[in-house]
């Protein structure tokens, strides 16, 4: 199977995902983290369409460690109660996805470009912190 078409598939079901979600209104905290992943992994899945294989296995690769990580991230930290008013949980699940996307484009930079990876990673992270802030004073 050639990284086109498992780039593919993997458009394919985060765009199932993503419409099984919001036909069925299953936001909850479980809901949430799947849509929010989908359209993240989704729309860099459409961006690694366009760049090379080597890059596509990186990113996969990269991938798949940041979101088991993410999953343990999320099922240990608490529901509420700390200084966050709606809880580490919601704010982890709200954040990773965007951290996500931003830290797959900064890879796909790097890697067509030859930055420091520290760097990318440091710069995924701060791109996500703005574009949360940014959906956070929008909504």
Known sequence: MSYKNKISAILLISVILI??????RFFNSIGEFVYLFAISIGAT?????????D??????KFTIIYVFVSI????????GDGFIPF??????????????FTTSIFMTI???YKWNLAAIILLGHVGGMIIWYIIAVIM
Do not use: C, H
């Open 72 to 79: 343990l991230i999320i099922i240990f930290s608490p529901a």
């Open 55 to 60: 890059i596509f296995n990186i990113w996969k």
């Open 87 to 100: 809880g580490y949980r919601d704010f982890f699940s709200y954040y990773l996805p965007i951290s996500l």
């Open 19 to 24: 419409g099984l979600i919001q036909i069925n």
């Open 45 to 53: 899945s459409f961006v690694m369409f366009f760049s090379k294989e």
């Open 110 to 112: 790097k890697y067509t």
